[in-house]
């Protein structure tokens, strides 16, 4: 798994390549967690470059995005293909989180 993070405006723009899995959740978890300690607290997840995602990667999404809402921030998602698209709509993330097309799409949002 590879992340970059990006700033654009009022949002950081968290890019990931690769498979969140079992393996890789704590990381990307921990990565998201220094982030909101920096006071970064909308960010706008791209999911283009993810070729998987584990219920350990759904499960770091949830506790983040508790952590986000408390301090008044958000999660949004761009770019999800393929089988990550799929486990969105399944488990129902579709319908909890904001998701987009495009990262350009996501960071219009207010």
């Not at 990006?6 to 990381?27: C, P, Q, W």
């Not at 759904?58 to 958000?74: D, V, Y």
């Not at 393929?82 to 996501?106: H, M, N, Q, R, W």
Request: proline share 2%; aromatic share 8%.
């Amino acid at each position: 798994m590879e992340i970059t993070v990006k700033k654009e405006g009022s949002a950081s723009v968290v890019s990931v390549k690769g498979r969140i899995d079992a393996l890789t959740a704590g990381e990307f978890e921990k990565g998201l967690a220094a982030l909101m300690a920096g006071g970064n607290y909308k960010l706008v997840v791209d999911f283009k470059g993810l070729e998987y995602i584990s219920s350990a990667g759904l499960r770091s999404i949830l506790s983040t995005a508790k952590q986000l809402k408390a301090k008044g921030g958000e999660m949004i998602f761009a770019g999800l293909q393929g089988p990550v698209k799929d486990v969105f709509k399944i488990s129902g993330f579709g319908s909890i989180f904001k998701i987009f097309d495009t990262e350009e799409e996501a960071l219009r949002q207010p």
